[in-house]
């Protein structure tokens, strides 16, 4: 596949190492004669010290038979002006790395559609994804994102004293953006139907929007009751605005640390429920004025790695329960298992990580992929890519037989992922999240596609 | 150093060559040697000995992981160049009678670095084998014995980069591709089918099947190597001498240029200056030459004069070093004619040596910009080439690297005359100039119609090195010899 890459700052280095790894044709074009040359020994593709969003640039690199245009600025608007140049001068497939919720705001004009992107990322989105994932849910036996983040999948036990025990399914009046999966009793794995009734330590598979998923915690186990979280930020950086979006419940108290006063008055502008306090988490005397041993997590999100590495290591001394760190830069990568077995750190997470990932996800042409796989062979999730000639194309889910045992987790339309309901019609493009034992495989996708 | 990656990319080169002696046999027995002869004996043994020595390095290296950084991928090119000349050597010495070590050294090293000054007087007497080896490792040595694994080996990642652009005088930017891998495979792929075009044209032009492949060969890494005694004058033939003249500067044209051209991209045209700059000396030096000839017999120019003057002109500036004519005995303006080009040599990015013209338009322009700067210090000159901007930094590596081919050029004529004192002066500076640029014939006691087998032993070795150093334009065989490069932390 020609990929063309507009940027390399650790998002765009990163992927131009994974995309031509796994021998993809990739250019890189940089501002910086000199970040290109000293790159240029180290990658192989061809990386190129030029302007991006120049036209003539872009056509001197042939833009036009490229199958996938990476623009990976740190500048939105540069990554806007590349990505419509190159869909006018005839790419396939352009991506955008954009930071600011503007251009996700379709209300007044499709921003996608105007400049001819075809899909918007945004790295720190991703990875604060990955950081709320744990903060939001403590203990749970499996918990999956799909759909950057819009389904979450996670199994639940009916514990003693669940007012669920002994009713049917059908009866339970669950919220319509829930689904009930599968449920495990003793051994044996069998899906769902309206006529099941729950019994008391029966293991629920469970998938839907994250908080409706929340809300019906409490009626799987009364005791779990709701308790406060509260949560410290070091860094208001673009991950850690992201982060408050994501927490932005009630139960969650969230407190920012930024140095910058600057940056500070716009953070509590911006988002009343939270406490922003200036200062420098580096210093010892404010942790211990802030109280961070009592905190639940800390989550040390600045853009610099070293401090987030140090002041993650004081707060753990200081007695938080869960440490979480962001790491930008790709050289650290291979101290990840350090962190986390020998200094405690709970989670690592990278954006450039999270982004490869992500996009060698959408950039892939395989008919299907898995994307995880359940515990107690649980069976997994594949992800179709739903095309023209497929023979579910048109239809409604209740039409489709699916093998038994196997069931719709979420159907993906243009970047908005929902939970199936028995009229949604499955259209050509679509991506379908699909639960399926390991032996009926071949058999669903045989059906599928 | 990461020694275990070397050593096992040694072995790789060591596993090509053994090949390379395989289809030296597969020649022989087509030409109707067999294998009682000696000379496919001789090969056999050859192959034994490389495949040996190609296990050791395996076993050596058999734990490398597969990461290059610049000194190994330096050490790696000078190394196996050294190997190779040596392993290339072998068939020499176990085929022809009564020969020198250093004769053989001589005649691999002047092979594989496409010079084609020969050691060996009665060369045309050998066996097909053996001379289908001396072109064979002309054309190997024209596009790079590590370059054919750098197409291969993905695993190489962006390490290949790097020993691409210091095996050949191209660079990796030069290339459409993202990945090296492809580049060099588009890159063979032109080189090969070249090749084949040129076996055709000349089998058109009147030789027979094995001459015309050996031709084609030597004439495509601009090598010089002939099968027969008299070179191209052999044949007397104009149709002959044009198939070579277009195939000689297609093959000194940056083949990157070519391809472009081919593949219809026009935008792209990074390298135009360059092959406008080469044309035109080339046609100058043609009309020049032609003049020359006028004034050396008398006669009005006609088709046969300005044929050979471009037949030399093209053969001498692609370093290509075939002769039409004896040119020793023209008149000494059109010897130093010659002798200019035989320094500026081809065009980058092609098989042919000496500075390339793209370096010497650099200078040229550094200088204008110096002088310009003498009166008007406080000027800003941007330095173009080809539309491209030039980075004070590249304009100093040309500067430095003709400083020290031309310091190499002078301490080398001091050594070759010390080592030789009967030589005349024309003699020892067409002697280094003819090897250190990897051109083949030079003047006088080198001159075309003569070798190089009446030379010591240890000028021959010293020789045979100054190749190796010319044709990787120096830097890779240089860091051999900095002790700090063996050390392990220093």
Redesign the interface.
């Known amino acids: 596949m020609?990929?063309i890459i507009i940027g390399a700052g650790e998002v765009g280095h990163n992927l131009c190492t994974t995309l031509?790894?796994s021998?993809?044709?990739?250019?890189l074009i940089e501002q910086s004669?000199k970040r290109a040359e000293s790159l240029?020994?180290?990658?192989?593709?061809?990386?190129?010290a030029g302007n991006g969003s120049s036209a003539r640039q872009l056509?001197?690199v042939?833009v036009a038979d490229c199958d996938a245009f990476l623009a990976m600025t740190s500048d939105d608007r540069t990554n806007v002006i590349s990505c419509s140049l190159a869909k006018g001068l005839g790419a396939k497939n352009t991506i955008a790395r954009i930071h600011d919720e503007t251009y996700s705001d379709n209300s007044v004009i499709n921003y996608q559609v105007h400049f001819g992107i075809d899909l918007l990322v945004n790295p720190e989105a991703i990875c604060a994804v990955e950081l709320a994932k744990a903060i939001r849910n403590p203990g749970r036996v499996a918990v999956e994102n799909f759909a950057r983040g819009q389904i979450e999948f996670q199994q639940q036990r009916v514990a003693t004293g669940s007012r669920l025990v002994g009713k049917k399914l059908k009866d339970l009046k669950l919220d319509p953006r829930v689904r009930i999966g599968n449920i495990l009793r003793g051994e044996v794995s069998e899906v769902a139907g309206p006529e099941t009734v729950m019994e008391q330590g029966d293991v629920v598979t469970l998938f839907g929007y994250p908080d409706a998923l929340f809300a019906l915690r409490e009626r799987f186990d009364p005791k779990q009751k709701v308790k406060e979280v509260s949560v410290v930020l070091f860094g208001g950086s673009e991950t850690a605005i992201s982060l408050i979006r994501l927490l932005s419940h009630p139960r969650f108290k969230v407190r920012v640390i930024e140095k910058c006063p600057e940056h500070c008055r716009t953070l509590s502008e911006r988002f009343k429920e939270i406490t922003v306090i200036h200062g420098d988490a580096t210093s010892l005397r404010l942790l211990e004025e802030e109280q961070i041993g009592q905190c639940d997590y800390f989550v040390a999100c600045t853009k610099d790695d070293e401090e987030n590495i140090l002041t993650s290591l004081q707060a753990s001394k200081l007695g938080t329960p869960h440490v979480q760190v962001v790491i930008n830069k790709g050289d650290y990568d291979q101290l990840d298992n350090i962190l986390k077995t020998m200094l405690g750190i709970e989670v690592v997470v990278s954006p450039r990580r999270a982004t490869a990932k992500f996009m060698q996800r959408s950039l892939s042409t395989e008919p299907f992929s898995v994307l995880a796989e359940l515990p107690n062979g649980g069976g997994r999730i594949l992800e179709l890519r739903i095309n023209h000639s497929s023979p579910c194309v048109g239809k409604t889910v209740k039409d489709i037989q699916l093998p038994i045992g196997s069931l719709f987790v979420a159907i993906q339309h243009k970047f908005k992922a929902r939970v199936p309901a028995a009229d949604d019609t499955i259209l050509a493009g679509d991506r379908v999240l699909v639960l399926v034992n390991k032996e009926q495989e071949k058999d669903l996708i045989h059906r599928l596609l | 150093m990461n020694t275990t990656i070397i050593y096992k990319l040694l072995s790789m080169v060591l596993l090509a060559l053994a090949g390379a002696f395989g289809l030296c046999i597969i020649a022989g027995l087509a030409c109707g040697e067999s294998f009682g002869d000696a000379s496919l004996q001789a090969f056999l043994m050859s192959i034994g000995i490389t495949l040996g020595l190609a296990l050791v390095f395996h076993i050596l290296g058999r734990k490398g992981v597969a990461k290059l950084f610049r000194r190994e991928a330096l050490c790696l090119i000078g190394l196996s160049w050294l190997l190779a000349t040596v392993v290339g050597a072998t068939p020499y010495l176990l085929i022809v009678e009564h020969c020198a070590i250093s004769d053989a050294i001589f005649e691999s090293s002047s092979g594989l670095t496409t010079t084609g000054a020969t050691a060996f007087q009665n060369f045309h007497e050998f066996p097909h084998s053996l001379l289908f080896w001396r072109s064979l490792s002309q054309w190997v040595g024209g596009l790079g014995v590590v370059v054919f694994f750098v197409a291969l080996l993905s695993s190489l990642g962006a390490g290949a980069k790097i020993l691409f652009s210091n095996e050949s005088s191209g660079t990796s930017a030069d290339f459409d591709q993202g990945r090296i891998q492809r580049g060099a495979f588009h890159l063979m792929l032109y080189y090969l089918s070249i090749s084949g075009l040129c076996t055709i044209a000349y089998k058109w032009g009147g030789m027979d099947w094995f001459q015309s492949i050996n031709h084609a060969m030597t004439t495509i890494a601009t090598g010089g190597f002939s099968t027969e005694p008299k070179s191209l004058e052999q044949f007397n033939s104009p149709a002959l001498e044009w198939v070579s003249i277009v195939f000689m500067v297609l093959s000194a044209t940056t083949f990157v240029f070519v391809i472009r051209i081919l593949q219809q991209r026009k935008h792209v045209l990074r390298h135009t200056k360059e092959v406008v700059w080469f044309y035109g000396i080339l046609v100058g030096a043609t009309f020049l030459l032609s003049i020359y000839l006028v004034e050396l017999t008398g006669e009005l120019p006609n088709h046969d004069s300005i044929r050979t003057a471009a037949f030399q002109a093209v053969s001498i500036m692609t370093t290509t070093g075939y002769s039409s004519v004896d040119f020793d005995t023209w008149l000494p303006p059109a010897k130093m004619l010659l002798i200019i080009l035989m320094f500026i040599g081809g065009c980058s990015g092609s098989t042919a040596g000496g500075v390339k013209v793209v370096r010497i338009v650099i200078a040229m322009k550094a200088a204008k910009r110096s002088i310009m700067h003498a009166f008007r210090p406080n000027i800003a000159i941007p330095m173009r080439m080809s539309g491209q901007l030039l980075s004070e930094q590249a304009i100093q590596n040309v500067i430095v690297f003709l400083m020290l081919l031309i310091s190499l050029q002078i301490g080398s004529m001091l050594f070759v005359s010390a080592n030789e004192p009967h030589l005349a002066f024309i003699g020892v500076f067409s002697t280094v100039q003819a090897t250190l640029f990897n051109i083949g014939p030079g003047f006088d006691a080198i001159g075309p119609s003569q070798h190089f087998q009446h030379l010591r032993d240890s000028t021959k070795i010293f020789l045979s090195l100054l190749m190796i150093l010319g044709r990787l334009e120096l830097y890779a065989v240089m860091v051999l010899f900095v002790p700090s490069v063996w050390k392990r932390f220093s």
Request: charged share 35%; hydrophobic share 35%.
């Open positions: 020609k990929i031509s790894a021998g993809n044709d990739v250019t004669a240029d020994e180290e990658q192989n593709a061809r990386i190129i056509i001197d042939d």
